[in-house]
């Protein structure tokens, strides 16, 4: 089932000058093996405008809540091939140059004037929008702030246009912004808070900072999900040993930089790589050849053999359950105030990482989804039922496609109920309690502290 809406057609590069393009066009979906196809859905270059399911529901149903956790836009690499020159992207924002959005330059305009939003901490002292003519590393490229442009957008159209979630008159009570310490973060947060409600007062933003990038405030002492990352860590390695072709290419691109090939594979070349790809760049060249499409392949194709493998084994799932608690109960508390009548964190955006949202899909049990794009999102719909006030539902989308059942509290659920959503209290239930019997505890501190049988 491939969860995520496609567009195969492709902008030409960010760069004005003519470049080698490594990308084909493809017209059909290919088997869901192929790496180039995976990594353009990987890559999410805008082009056509998204269909999506957000917002959908019988007419005598009204929605009360919206908590949305995004992974940040397109980034320049966090790791640099050794001895290679970096890909030459320029992370100015100019609205004359492709991809761009409508309200690029109103965005930008608006950005600069944010100095009277409450930025927890070390947040004051990030850029409100990137602004490096050749990128530093990590760094939201234009490209990821378009990105989360259209998505504040599409959810702007769904919630704020149909379904009336904010007034006009909406006040900074009704909104609850968190974001890790990375400017990527916090950018993308901004570009879609800033089509989401556009031209908002700067005074009625109070941004929270998150240090732990899997969302865990106060609740980050968890000895066994520590544990099972570490054993998830060991079946990474041996799947990764065991492939004599991914060998063979760290060995040739080992030799094309000239380094050996233990220091080639440490710098993460995937991570580089995609980002020439996704930018349309041509790959590294050195006087001993060049890094080619077949290279990225096998290593891509690699990547999709472990996320395969990685499903298949509990190492990661036992992980993801401890790793997302926290978040998870914070996101269910809010859900059971605002159904018992409370008007406050109606809009909730947790701007994060793919490390955020991939334990949060496999904690869930959509197991379905792919690995989170760039600028992917992730939505919780809560919904009241008009002919009987005092139930609710949730609906849970993953890039606009509807993923409610495919959860593991309600899959079974589907199969008697006529109406297209879960009660609330399956997920309740789910994050309060069955989330622990794996572990055979019944608290979030008892299964973080004993080991699982």
Not at 57 to 81: E, M, N, T, W
Not at 199 to 209: E, G, L, S, Y
Not at 407 to 430: A, G, I, Q, W
Request: net charge positive; charged share 25%; proline share 6%.
């Amino acid at each position: 089932v491939h969860l995520i809406p496609v567009n195969p057609v492709r902008e030409d590069g960010l760069n004005p000058k003519s470049r080698k393009r490594i990308m084909p066009d493809l017209l059909t979906e290919p088997p869901a093996i192929d790496p180039v196809y995976e990594a353009q859905v990987y890559c999410n270059v805008p082009s056509i405008a998204e269909r999506s399911m957000e917002g959908h529901a019988p007419h005598y149903f009204k929605l009360v809540s919206v908590q949305v956790l995004i992974r940040h836009g397109d980034r320049y690499p966090l790791y640099a091939i050794p001895k290679t020159k970096r890909p030459d992207i320029d992370c100015m924002l100019v609205p004359s140059r492709k991809p761009s959005h409508p309200q690029l330059e109103a965005f930008i305009k608006h950005m600069s004037k944010g100095s009277a939003a409450q930025m927890d901490g070390s947040l004051s002292s990030l850029p409100h929008f990137p602004s490096h003519s050749l990128c530093e590393m990590g760094e939201l490229t234009q490209t990821g702030v378009v990105q989360h442009l259209r998505n504040g957008q599409l959810l702007r159209e769904i919630y704020i246009n149909k379904h009336k979630l904010l007034p006009s008159d909406w006040t900074a009570k009704q909104l609850y912004l968190e974001t890790t310490g990375k400017s990527r973060t916090l950018q993308s947060a901004l570009a879609l808070l800033y089509t989401f409600l556009p031209d908002f007062d700067w005074k009625k933003i109070n941004m929270r900072h998150q240090w732990s990038t899997i969302f865990c405030s106060g609740s980050c002492d968890c000895p066994m999900r520590n544990h099972y990352l570490e054993e998830e860590q060991h079946r990474q390695y041996s799947l990764r040993v065991k492939n004599s072709n991914l060998e063979k290419i760290y060995v040739d691109m080992a030799k094309i930089v000239g380094i050996p090939t233990r220091q080639l594979r440490a710098s993460n070349p995937i991570d580089s790589l995609l980002c020439y790809f996704c930018h349309n760049v041509s790959f590294p060249c050195t006087k001993a050849g060049c890094i080619g499409m077949e290279h990225f392949k096998v290593i891509k194709r690699h990547q999709l053999e472990d996320e395969r493998e990685r499903q298949e084994k509990k190492l990661y799932f036992l992980y993801a359950l401890l790793a997302t608690h926290p978040l998870l109960n914070q996101t269910v508390n809010r859900l059971q105030r605002i159904a018992e009548g409370k008007k406050e964190e109606v809009f909730v955006l947790y701007s994060a990482h793919d490390v955020t949202l991939s334990p949060v899909l496999s904690a869930l049990g959509i197991t379905e989804a792919r690995f989170p794009r760039f600028a992917a999102r992730l939505v919780f719909e809560l919904w009241q039922d008009g002919k009987r006030p005092k139930e609710h539902f949730i609906r849970i989308l993953y890039n606009g496609a509807d993923v409610t059942f495919q959860t593991s509290f309600c899959k079974d659920h589907y199969k008697r109920s006529s109406k297209p959503m879960c009660p609330l209290e399956k997920l309740v239930n789910f994050v309060k309690r069955d989330m622990f019997l794996i572990f055979n505890s019944t608290s979030y501190y008892d299964a973080c502290h004993r080991r699982a049988l």
